[in-house]
């Protein structure tokens, strides 16, 4: 039972942190404090109005189920808007931060697992393991920025956290966050008329660590608030690392000014690992779950899978829950067995208006009826949005298919829904968690039709 409201306030962002997404968490949740605990009542420091309105409407029951746990009785929630940046200070002084003069920034969530001991090298990723190493032996000296670039899987995320622990180590203010949540705080701080605020955080770092920034690209404001930042960190000797997708040459849409000073540094590549390195990896995975697995068998999931690292994680633990659940031996038949719906040869076709609509319906509880209704309830309004952006965007159908799946509307209408979802996507995580969540269902529901 705690009797301090920051060190409460502490432990719940950390159960809190598990159950949100990462751009939620860091742009809600980071730099909220505890206040004050009186009896029962917990009050709860957040950055602006904006910030507390949104933790009032969408996180209010989860964080109350959180405390009551954690206290062992139910407690009342008060949220406020911090006066002043130095009143967050002081706040995160009592829960055990930093005591300079600069900004305090709120210690990043960093995975533990994702260390420099934890990460399998071979001929694919050593230079930028080498590279990430020499970072974060010399920080703002050695490679500065360091751009790490490649697929999906191959470990990006995982560097930076290693990156982020070593640096955390060394004592350093250190932010990490991808590149979604930076563009989502910017947009918040503007609405909230708290540009200082945004700017002093991220300005006030030693380290400021960003995933994904192919992100950014097309967007104006968003470019042109992290070159701002890019340069002062830069010109302050503090370490920069950045991760894409691609080389900074190939990101589309990305300002010249940005290019150019993510070549400054460093530029390191990660390839698909080889087989030899995936066979390691997926040893080192089994050694962490306490399995010992044979050689042939990692040897069957390595060749089945030579692109994403996830995957091959991924299928290691999907075939040990197998052997299992079944009280099969680990063998190559048995990796055959368990892998077998997860590759195919033959092409999907694009699912049909009618499954989008059922699952749309199932997903938010409401009948067929109610979707294809004229009523504008928020309740409808917003599945029928989404039904109609998933239609247009896995499905591939016209406007008009559209409008006659949808109960005979008129392709205006159906242009309008879409590109209103479409816009939601770049701003509302609710949409986005939506969005991502009827994905994963249809494409469940295609694997097991």
């Given at each position: 039972m705690y009797?301090?409201?920051?060190?409460?306030?502490?432990?719940?962002?950390?159960?809190?942190?598990?159950?949100?997404?990462?751009?939620?968490?860091?742009?809600?949740?980071?730099?909220?404090?505890?206040?004050?605990?009186?009896?029962?009542?917990?009050?709860?420091?957040?950055?602006?109005?904006?910030?507390?309105?949104?933790?009032?409407?969408?996180?209010?029951?989860?964080?109350?189920?959180?405390?009551?746990?954690?206290?062992?009785?139910?407690?009342?929630?008060?949220?406020?808007?911090?006066?002043?940046?130095?009143?967050?200070?002081?706040?995160?002084?009592?829960?055990?931060?930093?005591t300079t003069s600069r900004p305090s920034v709120p210690r990043p969530r960093l995975r533990e697992r994702y260390t420099f001991d934890n990460y399998i090298v071979g001929p694919g990723n050593r230079l930028a393991f080498a590279a990430a190493e020499g970072v974060a032996k010399d920080p703002g000296r050695l490679y500065n920025p360091l751009f790490i670039y490649g697929a999906a899987g191959l470990g990006k995320t995982h560097l930076l956290h290693a990156i982020g622990h070593e640096f955390i180590e060394r004592g350093l203010q250190v932010v990490y966050l991808s590149a979604e949540a930076f563009t989502n705080q910017l947009i918040t701080a503007i609405q909230q008329r708290k540009m200082d605020d945004f700017r002093a955080r991220y300005r006030s770092a030693d380290a400021l660590?960003?995933?994904?920034?192919?992100?950014?690209?097309?967007?104006?404001?968003?470019?042109?608030?992290?070159?701002?930042t890019f340069n002062e960190?830069?010109?302050?000797?503090?370490?920069?690392?950045?991760?894409?997708?691609?080389?900074?040459?190939?990101?589309?849409?990305?300002?010249?000014?940005?290019?150019?000073?993510?070549?400054?540094?460093?530029?390191?590549?990660?390839?698909?690992?080889?087989?030899?390195?995936?066979?390691?990896?997926?040893?080192?995975?089994?050694?962490?779950?306490?399995?010992?697995?044979?050689?042939?068998?990692?040897?069957?999931?390595?060749a089945r899978f030579k692109n994403n690292i996830r995957e091959l994680e991924g299928s290691l633990t999907r075939v040990i829950a197998y052997s299992?659940?079944?009280?099969?031996?680990?063998?190559?038949?048995?990796?055959?067995?368990?892998?077998?719906?997860?590759q195919t040869n033959e092409p999907k076709l694009p699912p049909t208006p009618d499954l989008i609509?059922?699952?749309?319906?199932?997903?938010?509880?409401?009948?067929?009826?109610?979707?294809?209704?004229?009523?504008?309830?928020?309740?409808v309004a917003y599945p029928r949005q989404?039904?109609?952006?998933?239609?247009?965007?896995?499905?591939?159908?016209?406007?008009?298919?559209?409008?006659?799946a949808l109960g005979g509307r008129d392709h205006s209408t159906v242009h309008h829904g879409w590109r209103k979802m479409e816009r939601s996507l770049a701003v509302d995580p609710e949409a986005r968690r939506d969005i991502a969540s009827l994905r994963e269902l249809i494409e469940q529901s295609r694997r097991s039709a």
């Open positions: 009797d301090d409201a920051s060190a409460l306030w502490q432990a719940a962002l950390k159960v809190l942190a598990s159950q949100v997404s990462r751009a939620n968490y860091d742009t809600w949740l980071e730099g909220t404090v505890g206040v004050r605990l009186d009896d029962d009542i917990l009050t709860v420091g957040t950055r602006s109005e904006f910030v507390t309105e949104w933790l009032q409407k969408r996180l209010r029951p989860s964080i109350l189920r959180t405390l009551a746990e954690l206290q062992g009785q139910e407690l009342t929630l008060r949220f406020e808007p911090l006066r002043n940046a130095d009143e967050a200070v002081t706040a995160l002084h009592h829960a055990g931060g930093d660590l960003v995933d994904d920034i192919q992100f950014i690209a097309g967007k104006e404001q968003t470019q042109e608030e992290f070159f701002y960190l830069h010109e302050a000797g503090r370490q920069i690392v950045i991760s894409s997708d691609k080389s900074p040459a190939l990101i589309s849409e990305l300002e010249e000014r940005l290019r150019t000073r993510f070549e400054w540094g460093m530029i390191a590549d990660l390839q698909a690992p080889d087989m030899e390195t995936r066979v390691a990896i997926l040893r080192h995975k089994a050694q962490e779950q306490n399995m010992r697995v044979r050689d042939d068998v990692l040897h069957a999931i390595a299992r659940l079944t009280g099969e031996p680990l063998t190559p038949e048995l990796v055959q067995s368990a892998l077998a719906s997860l609509i059922d699952l749309v319906c199932r997903y938010f509880e409401i009948d067929r009826t109610g979707l294809l209704s004229v009523s504008r309830e928020k309740r989404i039904a109609m952006y998933l239609m247009r965007e896995l499905a591939h159908r016209s406007l008009v298919e559209i409008g006659n």
